[in-house]
């Protein structure tokens, strides 16, 4: 019996003090993104993100996130006599492993890294030139894409700004080669 007491009790004390090293905030950020494309030139676009994240430990740490995002970009071939522009909205999940660099609970500098599965909910696209018609297939974007994130941050308090790069490991499009790249400055507020 007292080995049972004994149990709950460590058991109990290890959930409060791993509860102490979990938070759960709140994130919403800019981004600046292009699409990759073989033999077009790219040019960047900005967007936003919105969301929440939870981070499981301290120094060393996991965290998940779940936001509201959009991406996409603008390509024209070397004359212009084609272009597109398109904007997707996605549903962001990455899953980062990150640790402390330096610093305190209530200030510290941290890098992370992980994958990120991203859900096309919307697309937003304009063709451009007499070219749309030979170039239809250029539009046909997968629904999801599996990529990477790999960044900085720093905590001050209840604050957290990470600034991150975002890789694609999927093609968005494969008959262009087009694959999404994006960097992300967010700003967040850790709730718990």
Partial sequence: MKKY???????AAVAVGAKAQNTFGIKGGVNFHKINTDNLKES??????????GR?????????????????GKV???????SSDVTFTTLNVP?????RVIGSDALNLRVMAGP???????????????????????GNYKKSTLGYQAGAGVDIGAITVDLRYEGNL???????????????LGVGFKLL
Avoid at 170 to 184: C, I
């Fill in 44 to 53: 960047t676009k900005a967007g936003y993100q919105v969301g929440v994240f």
């Fill in 116 to 138: 990120i599965f991203s859900y096309n909910l919307s697309k937003d696209q304009s063709i451009s030139g007499n070219l749309a018609g030979a170039f239809a297939d250029f």
């Fill in 5 to 11: 007491l004994l149990s709950i009790a460590l058991l």
């Fill in 56 to 72: 499981l430990g301290s120094e060393v740490y996991l965290q998940p996130e779940l936001y509201l995002g959009s991406r996409g």
């Fill in 170 to 184: 999927t093609k968005v499009n494969d008959s262009y080669g087009q694959r999404p790249t994006l960097w992300a």
């Fill in 76 to 82: 024209s071939t070397d004359d212009n006599s084609f």
């Fill in 95 to 99: 899953l980062l492993v990150g640790g």
